[in-house]
């Protein structure tokens, strides 16, 4: 693995379904973060982690959760998904320095 | 909060000169990212600018000024494979918020 990898690369999901969406990556950095980019709204922030343990919300956290076991996972889970939920999610993580953000190829989810 | 304002879409010369301009309302500055975002893709750092002035990195310059809360990009010696979206983001409060905007489209033509 180089960088960030995410999975499933597309999904189509019936409405009421959980749903997690992967995240790993392997550049050992302690920040994380959860974004969906949609057509006129751009990217928007879910959910976020400082380091390994912690967690926080974005700018629109309802309907998601995360958890940070550890430095390499940040799985999203969508507990019972909507289709207003239908975007193209991107995990990223950023080094401690300038706190740039290293993107992962997202994930397209489609929910029915 | 933040607002970042840019251009939806530009269109632009190969071989030409284009800058694209960002403007933000912010309660707190920390720097201010340039990201490329090809159709399809995840979006790729281009450039950080934390001080006022301009940045040079290639083809590729960023410019600040955080009295007006203003930055461009200035992409020189356009070519085809520059066609995308480009993001323009502000971090802060803090030093892990980061808001973008929506991005401005760029189209290349010969």
């Known amino acids: 693995i180089a960088g960030i990898t995410q999975a499933p690369t597309s999904q189509i999901l019936a409405a009421g379904r959980r749903m997690t969406l992967r995240c790993t990556q392997d550049?050992?950095?302690?920040?994380m973060y959860w974004y969906r980019q949609d057509l006129g709204l751009g990217l928007r922030l879910i959910h976020y982690?400082?380091?390994?343990?912690?967690?926080g919300k974005g700018e629109v956290p309802d309907g998601y959760s995360v958890s940070r076991a550890n430095t390499d996972d940040f799985p999203l889970t969508l507990a019972s998904a909507v289709p207003s939920q239908t975007s193209v999610y991107f995990c990223?993580?950023?080094?401690?320095?300038?706190?740039?953000?290293?993107f992962g190829p997202g994930t397209r989810l489609t929910v029915l | 909060g933040q607002n970042i304002d840019q251009p939806t879409e530009m269109t632009a010369t190969e071989g030409a000169i284009v800058q694209i301009n960002c403007t933000y309302q912010?309660?707190?500055?920390?720097?201010l990212f340039w990201y490329q975002q090809h159709a399809g893709e995840a979006p790729t750092f281009l450039s950080y600018?934390?001080?006022?002035g301009l940045e040079e990195k290639g083809r590729f310059s960023s410019f600040l000024s955080r009295s007006k809360g203003y930055s461009y990009l200035l992409l020189k010696e356009l070519q085809m494979k520059d066609s995308a979206s480009y993001l323009c983001?502000?971090?802060?409060?803090?030093?892990?918020?980061?808001?973008f905007g929506i991005g401005t489209k760029l189209q290349v033509i010969p």
């Open positions: 600018n934390v001080l006022d």
């Open positions: 982690s400082n380091t390994a343990g912690t967690t």
């Open positions: 990223a993580s950023s080094d401690g320095d300038t706190d740039t953000q290293y």
């Open positions: 550049m050992r950095h302690n920040a």
């Open positions: 912010t309660s707190g500055f920390n720097g």
């Open positions: 983001a502000v971090r802060g409060p803090g030093y892990q918020k980061v808001t």
